[in-house]
């Protein structure tokens, strides 16, 4: 499984825009980029993923490298809710089934 | 829709005795993925169950194993307990299809405490 590297933690005010940085540089070619986040005292919930175009959805904005060998996750305004563990997955979503492999992620702590 | 629900919430145990932990996916579901969760060794993915049968497997020795139910229900033992089995065990049911990626939806999980 190619391996995904994020900053330990990061700190971001309140509706302020939040960029959360991965880098995969071992990235294969049919390896999707998946984001997962894990809020306090609950299971890890999905937020987006992407191939190579960049990604949008109701929760957040996927950057995707044009070498792929990095993204970045964007919380367009951050809020207090979003204060939680970020993970950043490789996967290849056609032969993995619903496997998923996180490593240590990015806490992210919001301020009011 | 109902979420995915696991139970029980908490469980304590002794070094030796086994546990089954249980786990009902969201309906339609067909696929339940099983992990476990400690502050050293973070979230490590366990096995995937897919249509009753085990499609993916984890590192983790033989005496964690699972099953899955024709109705996609999943149960997952750990025997003769240690107290690094200690943890939270989560598990995410998908729809499991092949061709695409399936969000996989987690349960709030069980906690087990070994002692």
């Known amino acids: 499984d190619a391996k995904t590297t994020q900053p330990n933690s990061m700190e971001s005010n309140e509706e302020e825009p939040v960029h959360l940085p991965c880098n995969h540089s071992?990235?294969?070619?049919?390896?999707?980029i998946h984001w997962y986040r894990q809020l306090p005292s609950q299971g890890p919930e999905y937020v987006i993923h992407?191939?190579?175009s960049n990604v949008n959805n109701r929760m957040a904005s996927l950057a995707i490298a044009e070498d792929r060998k990095s993204s970045t996750l964007i919380l367009h305004r951050a809020t207090l809710r979003d204060a939680a563990v970020y993970y950043c997955?490789?996967?290849?979503?056609?032969?993995?089934?619903?496997?998923?492999?996180f490593g240590q992620g990015t806490e992210l702590s919001v301020k009011p | 829709k109902a979420g995915v629900t696991q139970t029980p919430r908490y469980l304590i145990k002794t070094r030796g005795q086994q546990v089954t932990l249980s786990c009902s996916p969201i309906?339609?579901?067909?696929?339940v993925s099983w992990y476990q969760q400690t502050p050293g060794q973070g979230l490590q993915f366990l096995f995937e169950?897919?249509?009753?049968?085990?499609?993916n497997k984890g590192n983790f020795p033989g005496r964690f194993s699972g099953r899955q139910f024709s109705n996609s229900r999943s149960e997952m033992n750990v025997s003769t307990l240690e107290l690094g089995d200690s943890a939270l065990y989560l598990c995410?049911?998908?729809?499991?299809?092949?061709?695409?990626?399936?969000?996989?939806?987690f349960g709030p999980g069980t906690r087990l405490t070994v002692l």
């Open positions: 995410a049911s998908g729809s499991g299809g092949g061709g695409g990626y399936n969000e996989q939806f």
């Open positions: 071992t990235i294969s070619g049919t390896d999707y």
């Open positions: 992407g191939l190579t």
């Open positions: 997955i490789l996967r290849d979503d056609y032969n993995q089934g619903g496997k998923l492999i």
């Open positions: 309906s339609g579901h067909r696929s």
């Open positions: 169950y897919f249509s009753e049968t085990q499609r």
